[in-house]
């Protein structure tokens, strides 16, 4: 697995990740991808908004849509109001995993968490794909995640980092 970061593209950064081992799982030859989004959050947030971003993963014509993001009302945990169930369909499966959520599901599309100033927030991914020696795209629009919040993709299959 390689991982590529790519110069901002129409107004989206992307990453490049190409895929060409096999791994056997549940489902017929599928392939994990562990990503995490690391964002720190600035001591000062009460002079900014809340905000979300939207992360594209995508391969040929098949895509996967998740977002992050941040509320002064939103906890680190489950808020039903905020996190929403991957809903999965397609030969791609990107979600936040969250098993100590303690739902009926542990496979989430949307995970907004609080405003914590000065605390490194991280969001891990994973993908499933049927799509073997595929590249995926993850992409993302930079100007939806507040310029005062570093942002850093960690591959955890190869220690790789990554400034966004």
């Known amino acids: 697995m390689h991982l590529h970061h790519s110069k901002r ?4 950064n992307e990453i490049t990740v190409s895929i060409t081992e096999r791994i056997c799982g549940k489902i017929s030859h599928v392939v994990f991808i562990f990503l995490t989004a690391l964002v720190l959050l600035p001591h000062d947030v009460n002079a900014l908004p809340d ?36 809903l999965f369909g397609g030969s791609i499966e990107a979600y936040f995993p969250h098993a100590e959520w303690n ?12 405003h914590a100033p000065g605390v490194a927030k991280t969001w891990s991914i994973i993908v499933n794909s049927t799509l073997i020696n595929s590249n995926f795209t993850i992409k993302w629009n930079p100007s939806n995640i ?13 220690g790789q980092n990554v400034n966004l």
């Open 103 to 114: 739902q009926t599901h542990d496979t989430f599309q949307r995970d907004i968490r609080t």
């Open 146 to 158: 507040p310029p005062q919040y570093p942002v850093i993709l960690f591959d955890e299959a190869t």
């Open 51 to 86: 905000w979300q971003a939207d992360i594209r993963v995508e391969s040929g014509n098949a895509s996967n849509r998740l977002t992050i993001g941040a509320h002064e009302n939103a906890t680190d945990g489950y808020d039903s109001i905020w996190d929403t169930n991957a």
């Open 9 to 12: 593209v129409s107004e989206m």
